[in-house]
């Protein structure tokens, strides 16, 4: 089955303190995972991309296959990074390339 | 570069009525996903078009179907609504199936009563 887990429903913390948001996947294969913000009143941003391996806002994601995780960090969170955070996987329904199945997603708050 | 746009982007209905949702894609963007956002929920994948033709579909009956134009602007209908189809409808496109990221509109919000 192809599934994606984030066992956080709310992650709360203070300005300048690191951010860890948990993704589990289950996929049979290659994954490709990624990483969409949904800042309030906003739609639906891609934010990373595991095939990129870039680093956007100061957020970085690693794919550890041996744990099926893809764990998105951040060393000192800011306010601004205050939103809804889902993790997604590129599944294949029915022969489908591109489909993306998402987390139920975290809440992301930051407080000052 | 013009983003997805959907229209409308509130709608209320009553149950068994039927519902048109439309969505223009982004610039130079072939493909079109269409997703089932319920309250607290992650997005769930409808289907997809590529070139017009629907090549993939999620978990949803029938009565979900859609059309993407040759301008691939595309349409999401959902017929004799149930309470239960009360949900932002997102659609979101890609420049090439199986590549890429989406970009995902803002949505239409559908409640029916």
């Known amino acids: 089955a192809q599934r994606v887990t984030q066992p956080e429903k709310l992650l709360s913390v203070f300005k300048g303190a690191p951010v860890e948001l948990k993704c589990n996947y289950s996929?049979?294969?290659?994954?490709?995972l990624f990483w969409y913000v949904q800042y309030s009143r906003q739609r639906l941003q891609l934010l990373l991309r595991?095939?990129s391996r870039e680093s956007i806002k100061g957020f970085t994601a690693d794919l550890n296959k041996g744990e099926t995780s893809f764990h998105l960090k951040k060393p000192f969170a800011q306010e601004e990074d205050s939103a809804m955070y889902y993790c997604a996987l590129r599944g294949n329904y029915g022969g489908s390339q591109g489909n993306l199945i998402f987390g139920k997603g975290t809440k992301l708050s930051v407080k000052p | 570069e013009t983003g997805v746009t959907q229209s409308p982007t509130h709608l209320i209905k009553t149950r068994g009525q039927q519902v048109t949702l439309r969505c223009s894609s982004q610039s130079g963007h072939n493909t079109v996903s269409w997703y089932q956002q319920a309250l607290g929920q992650g997005p769930q994948f409808i289907f997809q078009y590529y070139r017009e033709e629907e090549n993939g579909r999620g978990n949803f009956p029938p009565r979900f179907s859609g059309l993407q134009f040759p301008n691939y602007s595309s349409e999401l209908n959902v017929n004799a609504l149930e309470l239960d189809d009360s949900a932002l409808y997102l659609c979101a496109s890609l420049k090439n199936r199986g590549a890429g990221g989406y970009t995902f509109g803002s949505g239409t919000r559908l409640t029916v009563v």
């Open positions: 595991h095939i």
């Open positions: 996929y049979s294969g290659s994954p490709e």
